[in-house]
């Protein structure tokens, strides 16, 4: 099994920043993507940031250059650092990847979600 553990949410003033944290741990032969989503209350999930093993990252369009998404292979880890920050990020935020588990077997996984709250 595998297991995404998030930290870094909290509250914060409007302008401030944030890091979030993903770890993946557990039975790993390789993962590709990781992405963050959000969710905001009575809304769907969206995608959020999303980056590759290899390569640069992908962003909603309301988080470019504010949000930076990046990622230690090494590790099995993703950042978002979050700058900027408006009261409109406020979310549950989510870390969901595709984990090939053993060669050519595939399963996704969510992390539990690390709550960011932006006051104005």
């Known amino acids: 099994q595998v297991q995404l553990v998030e930290s870094g949410g909290g509250l914060v003033q409007a302008g401030g920043s944030l890091r979030l944290s993903c770890a993946a741990s557990g039975r790993i032969f390789r993962i590709n993507a990781m992405t963050w989503y959000r969710q905001a209350p009575g809304k769907q999930r969206e995608l959020v940031a999303s980056k590759p093993s290899g390569g640069s990252g992908t962003y909603k369009d309301s988080v470019k250059g504010r949000f930076t998404i990046s990622r230690d292979n090494a590790t099995n880890t993703v950042y978002l650092q979050m700058n900027s920050l408006k009261p409109e990020d406020t979310a549950a935020y989510y870390c969901?990847?595709?984990?090939?588990?053993?060669?050519?077997?595939?399963?996704?996984?969510w992390g539990q979600g690390t709550q960011v709250t932006v006051s104005s």
């Open positions: 969901y990847a595709v984990v090939e588990v053993k060669l050519g077997n595939y399963v996704s996984f």
